[in-house]
């Protein structure tokens, strides 16, 4: 059901998913084409801020805050799962795993390796920011418009 709150937490993290993939681009190994990178980032955080926001607020109203940093923490999880399951499709077309349980298991291992290659100090802290913001903004509009 759409409420001030589910829109509310659709703009913030849709913006907050486009943003911090903007600044992960250039932190990404040379001659890798972003693509639609931002704009599935954005798409993710949009439908997690649609999801989660709402409930979130509703069972906490002390703290919005920490309501938009776990939904922040849980776009950039979900997003690292999704480009890893991505990534372990197009290696397993090349053939480059033995069996099916050493792909699974290799989803975990680039999940890894792409939050190390992301973990830059400054995507962090704005990813903290955002969700933080993103959390107290949802807070307001919820008392606004319950």
Do not use: H
């Not at 589910?6 to 084409?33: D, H, Q, T």
């Not at 919005?64 to 999704?82: K, R, S, Y």
């Amino acid at each position: 059901m759409p409420s001030a709150i589910r829109l509310a937490g659709f703009v913030v993290f849709a913006a907050m998913g486009w943003v911090v993939s903007e600044m992960i681009i250039p932190l990404m190994p040379e001659g890798k084409n972003p693509g639609w990178f931002s704009i599935y980032n954005a798409i993710l955080g949009a439908i997690l801020g649609w999801t989660m926001m709402k409930p979130a607020v509703a069972r906490s109203p002390s703290g919005p805050m920490g309501a938009g940093i776990t939904t922040a923490v849980a776009i950039v999880v979900w997003g690292l799962f999704f480009y890893a399951l991505a990534e372990m499709i197009k290696q397993s077309m090349r053939m480059r795993y033995d069996g099916p349980v050493e792909a699974v298991v290799n989803i975990f291992q680039i999940m890894m390796e792409y939050g190390v290659m992301i973990a830059a100090p400054a995507v962090i802290i704005a990813i903290f920011i955002f969700g933080a913001i993103g959390g107290l903004f949802c807070g307001a509009v919820a008392k606004r418009w319950p």
